[in-house]
């Protein structure tokens, strides 16, 4: 029976789920078919693409929902008219279109092939890709030679290189591409999903999305960390979840992406979320909770030429945007997503033997001074500084319990999302979150029972130089007080603070110390160094520092010989580059910062700056001089003229916010921090008014103590630091010896013999003077 024929009670209900799971691709010598089923069986969709066009890419959607039987019967025709060319064929099955590309030939098409389940949010699954497959559009039959062309293969090997089996985790029900306080508190549909900037395939689904008008054949795939577990505290089970989402803008590895770019978009931007709700029960409403924070480089044009013979090149930074354009254009960005306050948390160094993160030390601390003169106190920036690799080294110092005590400061700005959803809205998409416009923040505070929603309203943004290491141990201490906070309003603890010698802090950090060797790995190359983690669980210091040094070898490698090739795989699955005949080939460049370094500096850099900053493939558009915004703008304002300005995210409503579940927000002397940190928020100066007024930047106490007065600009301006070029000691060309950890001294020694990992006691002298002693 036709589908036009159907009566009214045969008819097939799509109302209930608008998404399909499962796929069979069939082919015939003139098209693929792809058949669509959704979760439960209850109809069918079929996708027509046409196989005759060599360089086209033309899809027919039919609109008809079937039935498991019209669509086998609708296959079978299919067959029978194409008997005397070979028929209709089976292919494969599959989870989802990726999406489809061109490099100078056909079409192809990537498809997910094999999934595997990690976890779930709200009663939605998600799903990691376990296997992918490419498969070319048109039929062999009518490919040119180029399709079989040296070029041709190499941009296919090099868009396999990216590994999509490797953190790419995705959702069909749920938009895992947002926060849970965004998916529950807007209803937003269709293909603004995959304009976010957390999606990765965004480029590659442009084209079906276009032309079908849905979303209902491809996956939006995030990549970046997730990872959940079952705990349980008193005898109440809960589930922990931690996701990463690394955005694609700006997206790279770590020496050719650093800094800002002209759009505001930063380097290794990734948005945390961490999710605690309680076990469902039949009937009864499920509470949930969570929190995001934020890590990202430096937000300057800043850069590093990568080196083989140098493991720590010279930080280059540009005198390009005087008026820190850019970097307001991020912080806007931040309070458009987030909303305010945005509390800054900067761990580089405050000192150095040669001068090199404390160049963008202080002139990270210029342009957050210079921004907040332009802001009102309620959108003004809130920075804090605090050399983590300093105090680290300090004996007796508990460096987790001080961060702590910032990241509870940070939350007492900030606070947590809190919801209590009915079992129909924990498996809805939209979510029933019990929010009203009308409530008002004080009213939130006042009635913070099981049926109030609360949102977390600003966001702490944390970063170091490549915002991997120090940062993961300062993003696991504010997780660890909202961990606390979490578990509270969910009514499974009585205490509203984890202590650090509480088993749930040790489960919490061994998932933060997995994300950041995932992020790391990711990168810049290997994994992360956990060293903090390492000795607050007692590992032998032995252990841990062959540990380090071993990563800071690999990383050293993946930096120097792997990066350029890995950066072109992203840039060509991105589609930052994209193939042209008769143009250079993407490996003709040269590396990605040098190519578009040629580029932007003929236009853009003023003669008066001797330091260059090198760009990027990532943002195919680069602003002329002319282009720039003027003018201040408010960080929570929306200005049609602000141009670059993320468009993943609405402004959040801030007449639904509240405060945190504890007291209001406090000073930093109120949790005992003035002995660290400056105020961020009041200073004593009376040269600046003192006060609410002062738009000084908070930064380390021993900085301000040994510059002078706690406002001046340091003895360090504007300024780009070049070392002279340093090559690979003779010495290294000796053989291997072993190497052993003089754990009196904690310093590397060696003695002769096999070598450890193989690497020659030259090359780990050299490379352990360019670390100076530590790995930070």
Not at 9 to 38: A, H, W
Not at 295 to 310: A, C, E, K, M, Y
Not at 711 to 735: A, H, L, N, Q, W
Request: with cysteine; proline share 3%; charged share 25%.
């Amino acid at each position: 029976m036709a589908a036009s024929e159907r009566s009214m009670d045969q008819q097939v209900d799509t109302s209930s789920s608008s998404f399909l799971q499962k796929f069979r691709l069939y082919e015939t010598r003139s098209n693929f078919y792809m058949i669509g089923r959704d979760k439960n069986r209850t109809f069918w969709k079929v996708l027509k693409l046409d196989r005759t066009e060599q360089t086209e890419l033309n899809f027919h959607q039919d609109s008809t929902p079937y039935t498991e039987a019209e669509c086998f019967e609708t296959l079978r025709r299919i067959h029978e008219g194409n008997r005397s060319s070979g028929g209709l064929k089976f292919v494969t099955t599959c989870y989802g279109i990726i999406g489809f590309i061109r490099f100078l030939g056909p079409y192809y098409m990537l498809i997910i092939t094999k999934r595997r389940k990690l976890g779930e949010v709200c009663g939605h699954t998600v799903y990691g890709v376990a296997k992918s497959r490419i498969v070319t559009i048109p039929h062999a039959s009518v490919l040119s030679n180029v399709a079989y062309s040296k070029d041709e293969k190499r941009y296919k090997r090099l868009l396999c290189s990216v590994d999509l089996t490797k953190d790419f985790f995705f959702s069909y029900s749920y938009h895992i591409m947002h926060s849970l306080q965004r998916n529950l508190t807007n209803n937003a549909e269709g293909h603004i999903y995959y304009e976010s900037m957390f999606v990765w395939n965004e480029y590659l689904t442009r084209r079906i999305r276009n032309s079908t008008k849905d979303c209902m054949w491809t996956v939006a795939l995030v990549y970046g960390f997730f990872k959940q577990v079952k705990l349980s505290v008193s005898e109440k089970n809960f589930r922990l979840t931690l996701i990463a989402r690394r955005s694609r803008h700006y997206a790279g590895t770590r020496y050719l992406k650093r800094g800002v770019n002209e759009k505001g978009r930063v380097a290794n931007d990734v948005e945390t979320e961490q999710i605690v709700y309680e076990d469902a029960q039949d009937g009864h409403p499920v509470r949930i909770s969570s929190v995001v924070q934020n890590r990202g480089s430096i937000p300057l044009f800043w850069s590093q030429d990568t080196s083989r013979l140098n493991i720590k090149p010279d930080i280059i930074l540009s005198g390009k945007d005087p008026n820190f354009e850019a970097t307001r254009l991020h912080f806007e960005n931040l309070a458009r997503r987030y909303g305010n306050p945005i509390i800054v948390l900067n761990l580089i160094k405050t000192r150095e033997k040669r001068p090199r993160e404390t160049i963008l030390r202080v002139e990270f601390a210029n342009a957050i001074k210079f921004i907040n003169k332009g802001l009102s106190k309620e959108e003004r920036l809130r920075p804090l500084h605090w050399d983590l690799h300093k105090h680290s080294r300090k004996k007796g110092t508990n460096v987790l319990a001080i961060l702590g005590r910032l990241a509870t400061y940070a939350l007492n700005l900030t606070g947590v999302f809190y919801c209590q959803l009915t079992p129909d809205g924990f498996q809805n998409n939209a979510g029933e979150c019990s929010t009203t416009d009308e409530i008002a923040s004080d009213s939130l505070v006042e009635k913070n029972g099981n049926d109030t929603t609360v949102l977390q309203k600003g966001v702490l943004r944390t970063n170091c130089i490549d915002c991997l290491d120090r940062t993961n141990v300062a993003q696991y201490a504010y997780g660890l007080v909202a961990f606390g906070r979490q578990l509270h309003a969910l009514g499974l603890t009585e205490s509203a603070t984890v202590d650090l010698d509480n088993p749930l802090a040790e489960d919490l950090m061994g998932i933060y110390e997995t994300m950041g060797d995932t992020l790391a790995l990711q990168y810049g190359g290997s994994a992360a160094h956990n060293k903090i983690f390492c000795e607050r669980r007692g590992q032998w210091k032995a252990a841990t520092q062959s540990q380090e040094l071993f990563r800071t070898l690999q990383r050293y490698y993946s930096n120097a010989y792997m990066d350029a090739e890995k950066q072109d795989a992203i840039n060509l699955f991105l589609g930052y580059f994209q193939p042209q005949p008769d143009k250079p080939a993407l490996w003709e460049l040269g590396s990605d910062q040098h190519y578009n370094a040629a580029r932007f500096l003929a236009s853009s850099v003023p003669e008066i700056s001797r330091s260059t900053m090198k760009r990027s493939l990532s943002e195919s558009s680069i602003l002329s001089e002319g282009s720039t915004v003027a003018g201040r703008h408010g960080l929570g304002e929306k200005d049609d003229e602000v141009k670059g300005v993320s468009d993943s995210a609405p402004e959040i409503k801030t007449a639904m916010i509240a405060g945190s579940f504890s007291a209001p927000p406090a000073t930093l002397e109120d949790i005992g921090l003035e002995d660290i940190l400056e105020s961020d928020c009041f200073c004593n100066d009376d040269r600046h008014g003192g006060g609410d007024q002062c738009t000084c930047a908070a930064f380390d106490m021993d900085w301000v103590s040994s510059s002078g007065a706690s406002c001046e600009d340091e003895s360090y301006g504007r300024s780009t630091v070049v070392r002279s070029f340093e090559t690979i000691p003779e010495s290294t060309k000796i053989e291997s010896e072993i190497c052993v950890i003089n754990t009196e001294r904690e310093e590397v020694t060696t003695v002769e013999g096999e070598g450890i990992y193989g690497i020659p006691q030259g090359y780990v002298r050299w490379v352990m003077d360019e670390e100076e002693g530590h790995f930070w």
